[in-house]
């Protein structure tokens, strides 16, 4: 079961900025949104995937995308924090969909209140 879900969105003049996360006592330090975004950007500008391992945990997350290639909305990563021993690609299924959701939603807000329920659905796998 992932300890969270959290959307990033990148800034050009401020970096990497939390848009929103769930549960609400997960904690986000700005490290953290940094290395979640920058491996984005160090493969591509395409929209995608990446892993990364940290010291406490690992995350996987969905890249939206920039420029003339990206979904719903340009340079936004959602991300779920994994617990050390978890597998990355065992969430790759379902975080295409949460993504899907969440990026349709962002421009409104509305994202926020799915969180709760999107983040239930993951203990399910």
């Known amino acids: 079961m992932p300890v969270?879900?959290?959307?990033?969105?990148w800034d050009n003049e401020i970096g990497p900025i939390n848009e929103g996360f769930y549960p609400e006592n997960l904690k986000i330090t700005n490290n953290?949104?940094?290395?979640v975004y920058s491996s984005h950007r160090y493969q591509s500008l395409k929209p995608g995937f990446?892993?990364?391992?940290l010291k406490n945990n690992k995350v996987v997350s969905f890249f939206s995308g920039v420029g003339d290639d990206y979904i719903s909305v340009e340079n936004y990563v959602v991300a779920l924090l994994l617990r050390r021993d978890e597998k990355p690609n065992k969430y790759r299924?379902?975080?295409k969909?949460?993504?899907a959701e969440i990026l349709d939603q962002v421009q409104d807000g509305n994202f926020m209140k799915r969180l709760p329920?999107?983040?239930k659905d993951l203990a399910r796998i």
């Open 117 to 119: 329920d999107l983040y």
């Open 93 to 95: 299924e379902i975080l």
């Open 97 to 99: 969909t949460i993504a």
């Open 32 to 35: 953290l949104l940094t290395q």
């Open 4 to 9: 969270g879900i959290l959307i990033i969105r």
């Open 50 to 53: 990446a892993s990364i391992s």
